[in-house]
Protein backbone atom coordinates (compact mmCIF):
# COMPACT_ATOMS: atom_id res chain seq x y z
CA UNK A 1 0.00 0.00 0.00
CA UNK A 2 2.97 2.26 -0.90
CA UNK A 3 3.39 4.72 -3.78
CA UNK A 4 6.59 6.06 -4.67
CA UNK A 5 7.17 8.36 -7.34
CA UNK A 6 11.50 9.35 -7.78
CA UNK A 7 12.38 12.83 -9.74
CA UNK A 8 15.53 14.52 -10.10
CA UNK A 9 17.32 12.55 -12.57
CA UNK A 10 19.44 14.31 -15.76
CA UNK A 11 22.09 14.47 -17.40
CA UNK A 12 25.21 16.13 -15.15
CA UNK A 13 29.04 15.88 -15.78
CA UNK A 14 31.87 13.87 -14.30
CA UNK A 15 32.80 15.62 -11.19
CA UNK A 16 29.22 17.16 -10.57
CA UNK A 17 26.45 16.65 -8.54
CA UNK A 18 22.57 15.59 -8.48
CA UNK A 19 19.78 15.24 -5.87
CA UNK A 20 17.17 12.45 -6.08
CA UNK A 21 13.80 12.63 -4.72
CA UNK A 22 11.75 9.81 -3.97
CA UNK A 23 8.15 10.66 -2.78
CA UNK A 24 5.97 8.24 -0.67
CA UNK A 25 2.76 7.66 0.40
CA UNK A 26 1.06 6.12 3.39
CA UNK A 27 2.56 4.26 5.84
CA UNK A 28 6.75 5.03 6.82
CA UNK A 29 9.21 2.09 6.15
CA UNK A 30 12.61 1.09 5.48
CA UNK A 31 13.60 2.82 2.08
CA UNK A 32 16.51 2.38 -0.51
CA UNK A 33 18.05 3.67 -3.24
CA UNK A 34 19.16 0.56 -6.17
CA UNK A 35 20.21 1.57 -9.49
CA UNK A 36 20.48 -0.75 -12.96
CA UNK A 37 22.32 -0.02 -16.31
CA UNK A 38 21.35 -1.76 -19.73
CA UNK A 39 22.65 -5.10 -19.29
CA UNK A 40 23.48 -5.14 -15.90
CA UNK A 41 21.89 -6.50 -12.41
CA UNK A 42 19.88 -3.96 -10.21
CA UNK A 43 22.83 -2.98 -7.51
CA UNK A 44 21.99 -2.01 -4.44
CA UNK A 45 22.61 2.15 -3.64
CA UNK A 46 22.10 3.04 -0.03
CA UNK A 47 19.44 2.30 2.55
CA UNK A 48 17.80 4.49 5.42
CA UNK A 49 15.95 3.03 8.14
CA UNK A 50 12.12 4.21 8.87
CA UNK A 51 13.19 6.90 11.45
CA UNK A 52 16.31 7.89 9.84
CA UNK A 53 18.24 7.23 13.01
CA UNK A 54 20.79 4.52 10.79
CA UNK A 55 21.66 4.65 7.00
CA UNK A 56 24.03 2.37 5.20
CA UNK A 57 26.34 2.72 1.57
CA UNK A 58 26.93 0.53 -0.55
CA UNK A 59 31.04 0.31 -1.21
CA UNK A 60 30.88 1.80 -4.50
CA UNK A 61 29.66 5.00 -3.22
CA UNK A 62 30.48 5.69 0.57
CA UNK A 63 31.73 9.28 0.75
CA UNK A 64 30.24 10.76 -2.19
CA UNK A 65 26.40 9.32 -1.40
CA UNK A 66 24.43 10.30 1.26
CA UNK A 67 21.06 9.42 2.13
CA UNK A 68 18.42 11.63 4.08
CA UNK A 69 14.82 11.25 5.04
CA UNK A 70 12.13 13.17 5.84
CA UNK A 71 9.23 11.90 7.31
CA UNK A 72 6.74 14.91 7.76
CA UNK A 73 6.85 15.43 4.02
CA UNK A 74 7.60 11.54 3.14
CA UNK A 75 9.99 12.21 1.11
CA UNK A 76 13.61 10.43 0.65
CA UNK A 77 16.69 11.69 -0.82
CA UNK A 78 19.99 10.91 -2.50
CA UNK A 79 22.51 13.48 -2.49
CA UNK A 80 24.67 12.76 -5.14
CA UNK A 81 28.27 14.43 -5.62
CA UNK A 82 31.54 13.46 -7.25
CA UNK A 83 29.53 11.38 -9.70
CA UNK A 84 31.54 9.19 -12.22
CA UNK A 85 30.67 7.67 -15.46
CA UNK A 86 30.17 4.54 -13.75
CA UNK A 87 27.51 5.94 -11.95
CA UNK A 88 25.14 6.30 -14.90
CA UNK A 89 21.97 4.16 -14.44
CA UNK A 90 18.30 4.25 -13.76
CA UNK A 91 17.64 4.98 -9.75
CA UNK A 92 14.51 2.98 -8.29
CA UNK A 93 13.75 3.73 -4.91
CA UNK A 94 12.46 0.96 -2.70
CA UNK A 95 10.11 0.64 1.07
CA UNK A 96 9.47 -2.74 3.18
CA UNK A 97 10.84 -3.92 6.45
CA UNK A 98 14.18 -5.04 5.87
CA UNK A 99 17.03 -6.88 7.54
CA UNK A 100 19.38 -7.18 4.86
CA UNK A 101 19.31 -4.08 2.86
CA UNK A 102 21.16 -5.28 -0.22
CA UNK A 103 18.92 -7.65 -1.10
CA UNK A 104 16.25 -6.26 -3.25
CA UNK A 105 13.85 -9.21 -2.37
CA UNK A 106 13.64 -7.36 0.92
CA UNK A 107 11.93 -4.76 -0.41
CA UNK A 108 8.23 -4.81 -1.34
CA UNK A 109 7.53 -1.85 -3.22
CA UNK A 110 9.54 0.10 -6.08
CA UNK A 111 9.27 3.38 -7.72
CA UNK A 112 9.47 3.68 -11.14
CA UNK A 113 13.11 4.96 -11.62
CA UNK A 114 14.62 8.21 -12.54
CA UNK A 115 17.80 8.11 -15.38
CA UNK A 116 20.62 9.68 -14.46
CA UNK A 117 23.61 10.32 -17.32
CA UNK A 118 26.95 11.18 -16.31
CA UNK A 119 29.00 12.30 -19.15
CA UNK A 120 32.88 12.56 -19.60
Known amino acids: QVLLVESGGGLVQAGGSLRLSCAAS?????MAWFRQAPGKEREYVAF????????HYADSVKGRFTISRDNSKNTMYLQMNSLKLEDTAVYYC????????????????WGQGTQVTVSS
Open 48 to 55: IRWSGAST
Open 94 to 109: AAGTVLNPPNPNQYDW
Open 26 to 30: GHTYD
